[in-house]
């Protein structure tokens, strides 16, 4: 290419704590009722003070810590002055000069800077049905919000996926964050210049917001990449200004252009203390740090050999991925050779199918692993087919009983008669020398290779305590 890309991202993200950032309102998302989380403080009532919310605190501290970035020993907040709707009070708390993190890699991507705000207002337009009117919901404001800017280090779209994509698996992981894109609580913003190879000055940068998926995140930078690569080609400048996503179109639209520099006229916050951490307890938060997914990676790639592309699929679903480790360890204690491929491929198809259709996450599912597990033995040894294990995993979600039980209670019919079954075992007895020769010389577990032989051939309707029966009667005669 004629040009090298030259991408940063500033990422905001709402954080889960109980409480508001500098309040003790409560901070849910899911509140739909306009103006019920609200207070004088996060109202910015004149004469009211604010408090520091710690576990916000901490979740940005933690989040620096897992990227390897460096802690500031001292901070403070400080007054960023604007007007807006959504910001009556005219300020937003936020940190300029001292941010809590500095530094850090995630994706061989730098990072520059996180620091914490709080988030503002959100507003609605009426429907203009009869008058238009805007109306401010204060729920979301003071919302702890972090900020993550990151060095213009990125090249292509794909780039900026993979590092938005593991910065939300890191930020669940830590559980500080849902971190939904969907819900806004994830919200990317891309800053994109090209820069002719022999230059080495950055060109004029693009703003692009409201990305509110990681599709078009990508599907924008390749876009403007397209864009601004044909108005240098023929000649053009690029010019600064903020543009928006049309998901139906797939491009870019400007929004408006950047008319000059804000004077936000920072200044440490006069109602909040300095920060400071002491070395003792930025060690214990290190020490308090879960398995992030990196570590994740490699621990599932060696313990049980999956794919990269299968250990991010566990790593997308949290929940998902600790349900796997219980299923794959009980389904150890069953069996010594656990067929982990199977165990995994129903439960991100099957179990996880049921999960979603009845619109739980793994955690809530009614089935606990230890059945899951019991499934899938049956599964492996030639019990059940996977047509017989489908129904039985619907049954066992809405039963919560574990598999032996339904299957006992006869909510599962088997064909039992020997008159159909002789003739099936003495096939799979013609047809599997090796198995019957094993068998004769005294491998036991052969048996269950013939029998889940009978099981397919049967298309899983058969009574398998039936045929090992009369798999032992007819080699019995030979
Ligand atoms: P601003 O003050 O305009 O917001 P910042 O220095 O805060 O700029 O950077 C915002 C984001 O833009 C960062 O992610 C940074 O890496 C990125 N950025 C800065 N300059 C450029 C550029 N010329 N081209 C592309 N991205 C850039
Ligand atoms: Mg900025
Ligand atoms: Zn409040």
Known sequence: MKYIPVIGLEIHTELKTESKMFCACANNPDEKSP???ICPICMGHPGTLPTINKKAVEAVLRLGIAIGGAISRKSHFDRKSYFYPDLPKGYQISQYDAPFVEGGVLEGVKIKRIHLEEDVASSKHSDGKEENYTFVDFNRAGVPLMELVTEPDIKDGEQALRFGKELQRIMRCLNISDADMEKGQMRVEVNISLMKEKDKEWGTKVEIKNLNSFRAVAGSIDYEIKRQSELLDSGEKVIQETRGWNDQKGTTVSQRTKESAHDYRYFPEPDLPELTFTEEYLKSLKASLPELPEEKRKRFSEEFNLSQHQIDDLLDDQHGAIYFEEAVSELKEKIESANIQLLFNYLTSDLRGIAKTRGKDMREINIPPE???????????????SRIAKDLLLKMEETGSDPETLIKEGGIQFMGDEESLIPI???IIEKNEKAVA???KGKGSSIAFLVGQAMGKTKGQADPEKLRELFKQELGKI
């Open 425 to 427: 075992v003495q096939e």
């Open 438 to 440: 094993d068998y004769k």
């Open 35 to 37: 103006n019920t989380n």
């Open 371 to 385: 059945h899951f597990a019991h499934l899938i033995f049956l599964i492996q040894n030639g019990t059940l087919s």
